[in-house]
T-cell receptor
Framework: EAGVAQSPRYKIIEKRQSVAFWCNPISGHATLYWYQQILGQGPKLLIQFQNNGVVDDSQLPKDRFSAERLKGVDSTLKIQPAKLEDSAVYLC????????????FGQGTRLTVV | AQSVTQLGSHVSVSEGALVLLRCNYSSSVPPYLFWYVQYPNQGLQLLLKYTSAATLVKGINGFEAEFKKSETSFHLTKPSAHMSDAAEYFCACSGAGGTSYGKLTFGQGTILTVHP
């Protein structure tokens, strides 16, 4: 079974630039999550999708972050414009269903904003 | 709202010693609880999960955890540490109803160091 694929693995941008991350979840997984993991901290949920609908985006900074999951499969997370404090690892995870199954994680995208 | 607290951001043990990583949760509905491990530059990998079938849960690599509702705890243990156990460990809580449905909330993590 193929895992969760994320790209790129690393990205360095200047502040005020824009950046996009891509995630391809495990086939058939209805739930998709984007997390932000700042060095030394636990993953912080940014947005949760169920199929192509948003379930929870309460911690997504909507003035600069956006995410979509077209056709309930792949997902893209965008930051525009980036700030220094956005430097983090962005993790994508998918789950077969909502609450009791294992969430599978991609390797993450390490973003450095300079 | 649900939350997870991991006591101790760093734990250091000798090889062969007992490993104990502490996790307490707060949830308004019966939670599902998970322990994940993260190696450097890797994503998170599931160690074990509690989904109400049994309070003592066995996972991979010799780890186990016990769900104690009265203490709202889900501590992770391993009888004998191995050098390869050195990593960061995260406790997570998943809601089964209401506004927490499917929401997977993580603690702040505990870095385990194993000394020879």
């Amino acid at each position: 079974e193929a895992g969760v694929a994320q790209s790129p693995r690393y990205k360095i941008i200047e502040k005020r630039q824009s950046v996009a991350f891509w995630c391809n979840p495990i086939s058939g997984h209805a739930t998709l999550y984007w997390y932000q993991q700042i060095l030394g901290q636990g993953p912080k949920l940014l947005i949760q999708f169920q199929n192509n609908g948003v379930v929870d985006d309460s911690q997504l900074p909507k003035d600069r972050f956006s995410a979509e999951r077209l056709k309930g499969v792949d997902s893209t997370l965008k930051i525009q414009p980036a700030k220094l404090e956005d430097s983090a690892v962005y993790l994508c995870a998918s789950r077969e269903r909502g609450f009791d199954t294992e969430a599978f994680f991609g390797q993450g995208t390490r973003l450095t904003v300079v | 709202a649900q939350s997870v607290t991991q006591l101790g951001s760093h734990v250091s043990v000798s090889e062969g010693a007992l490993v104990l990583l502490r996790c307490n949760y707060s949830s308004s509905v019966p939670p599902y609880l998970f322990w994940y491990v993260q190696y450097p530059n890797q994503g998170l990998q599931l160690l074990l999960k509690y989904t109400s079938a049994a309070t003592l849960v066995k996972g991979i690599n010799g780890f186990e955890a016990e769900f104690k509702k009265s203490e709202t705890s889900f501590h992770l243990t391993k009888p004998s540490a191995h050098m390869s156990d050195a990593a960061e460990y995260f406790c997570a809580c998943s809601g089964a109803g209401g506004t927490s449905y499917g929401k997977l909330t993580f603690g702040q993590g505990t870095i385990l160091t194993v000394h020879p």
